[in-house]
């Protein structure tokens, strides 16, 4: 599971690149 989101939070950080925080706050809300 960690690896799953560690890469999911690598993955779209790539994509999304500056939107790292909204990233971590859906992260957090599907977790």
Do not use: P, R
């Not at 500056?18 to 809300?29: P, Q």
């Amino acid at each position: 599971m960690k690896k799953f989101i560690l890469f999911g939070l690598i993955v779209s950080s790539c994509i999304f690149g500056a939107d790292k925080k909204a990233l971590t706050e859906i992260m957090t809300n599907e977790t």
